[in-house]
């Protein structure tokens, strides 16, 4: 073989192993009711091994306390503020029963289907509603979206798991979940994955902080370290494939018994974020992200640009890249509003946008207005409002990495009618 053709080749070689990126594939597991201090007190060897390789940081759900975003810490409202990337104010799921989410506010499988359509997309959950409410699947509401993989409903089995009242038919239909997200991983390799496991939270409300709780809490770890080696193996196997993993829970325990969850307690709102994620950013290790942010990380690593009208009300900020701020915070007195925000780069100008309709959420678009241009560093601006006489506004702080947004607003409650003006 002549030597240039061999130098070419060899070039070529080099290009096809390191030049090509590799495909992202994303597993999200949101295991019930288990708050940080738990977390941080209990042996969990296999999140470990995975905060080992990309990190771990306390978070939050619940929303703004006592602000126009409170949010209750129940279950399925804390899976919907992670599949939507916002609070209740804006996906309406307030309790168990699910009643009337509002599927405008899209959630990371429907963002996916939209860009991507021929996305895998799989559910290993131990409750059916996952999927069939929150998620939507065949609802005209979400244009009928299909999971391509899923496991569960296995709640409604009483033949091959029988219900008993310990809840151990609970603990094997998890055991069953995970084993077919492991078998499903490491054969299909699904783009996009949520994996739900509940005994944790079956075992807290019978027993509180007490030993079955945390023997829960060491087989949830057991299961985690089944996902994750199944993520590995895959990878060996596959190595142009880079798989991502963000496990959390939907809300922490009240803190005299451990057995309730609903309130506003520091540790009914005190949760974590364990992923093997890299790039992590300083939002993550020094601030303390809601679960809300989960989302948009998610779809930065993929690549995934929502439009601009899904973008402004996100309420997360993304875990990984530069993002410029965060935390924005608003108050009215008079016919001003005082808006604040956090400056995690102090170069550059924020541009602050103005809304007093909420047409989003009704399938529409909002009429913004640009009314201020500040320095990032300033962290804070009065807005005069006189001109845009309303009870309510949707502030949008857009910098050069991310945009946060804040509501000035009536308190809402479940079913809540918002009233918005318009600016003419």
């Known amino acids: 073989m002549k030597p240039l053709l061999t130098g070419w080749l060899l070039l070529l070689g080099i290009f096809l192993t390191y030049g090509q990126q590799k495909k992202v594939k994303t597993v999200f597991v949101i295991v019930d009711g288990i708050s940080a201090d738990v977390i941080e007190h209990r042996s969990t060897p296999n ?34 503020s992670l599949l939507t990337g916002t609070w209740t104010n804006k996906h309406n799921v307030w309790d168990n029963d699910i009643k009337a989410p509002n599927y ?23 409750w ?41 038919y609970i603990r094997e239909i998890d055991q069953y979940v995970v084993s077919k997200a492991v078998e499903t991983i490491k054969e299909e390799g699904p783009d996009l994955s949520w994996v739900y496991l509940q005994y944790t939270d079956d075992m807290g409300h019978k027993y509180g902080d007490s030993v079955p709780f945390y023997k829960a809490v060491q087989l949830m770890d057991e299961q985690i370290g089944s996902i994750w080696k199944a993520l590995q193996d895959r990878m060996q196997r596959y190595n142009n494939e880079d798989w991502q993993v963000y496990i959390t829970t939907d809300h922490g325990r009240d803190g005299v018994s451990g ?10 709102r005190l949760t974590w974020i364990v992923t093997n994620v890299q ?5 993550f290790y020094t601030h303390t992200p809601g679960i809300v942010s989960i989302l948009p990380t998610i779809l930065r690593s993929h690549r995934i640009t929502p439009s601009k009208e899904q973008l402004w009300e996100l309420d997360g900020v993304p875990l990984i890249g530069e993002v410029s701020i965060a935390n924005a915070k608003a108050t009215r007195q008079g016919d001003g509003i005082h808006l604040s925000w956090e400056a995690l780069r102090k170069k550059g100008k924020v541009r602050i946008w103005l809304s007093t309709t909420n047409n989003y959420a009704e399938g529409g678009k909002d009429n913004y207005i640009l009314v201020d241009k500040v320095r990032a560093g300033k962290g804070k601006a009065t807005l005069n409002v006189e001109e845009w006489p309303s009870d309510s506004y949707k502030i949008v702080i857009e910098g050069k990495n991310n945009s946060i947004n804040t509501w000035v607003s009536n308190f809402f409650q479940p079913s809540a009618t918002v009233h918005f003006g318009n600016i003419d």
């Open 259 to 268: 057995k309730h969850h609903g309130g506003q307690s520091e540790r009914e």
């Open 47 to 80: 999140l470990d091994a995975v905060a080992k390789v990309g990190g771990y940081a306390r978070a939050y759900v619940g929303g703004e306390k006592d602000g126009y975003s409170h949010t209750p810490t129940i279950s399925a409202v804390g899976y919907n």
């Open 128 to 168: 059916e509603d996952n999927r069939t409410k929150l998620i939507g699947e065949g609802l005209p509401e979400t244009d009928h979206i299909k999971m391509d993989l899923k496991f569960d409903g296995y709640e409604l089995d009483t033949v091959s798991f029988p219900h008993d009242p310990q809840s151990d």
């Open 279 to 283: 790039g992590l950013n300083d939002y």
């Open 104 to 126: 405008n506010y899209p959630t990371v499988f429907k963002l996916f289907r939209e860009q991507r359509p021929d996305t895998k997309m799989a559910i290993f959950s131990t």
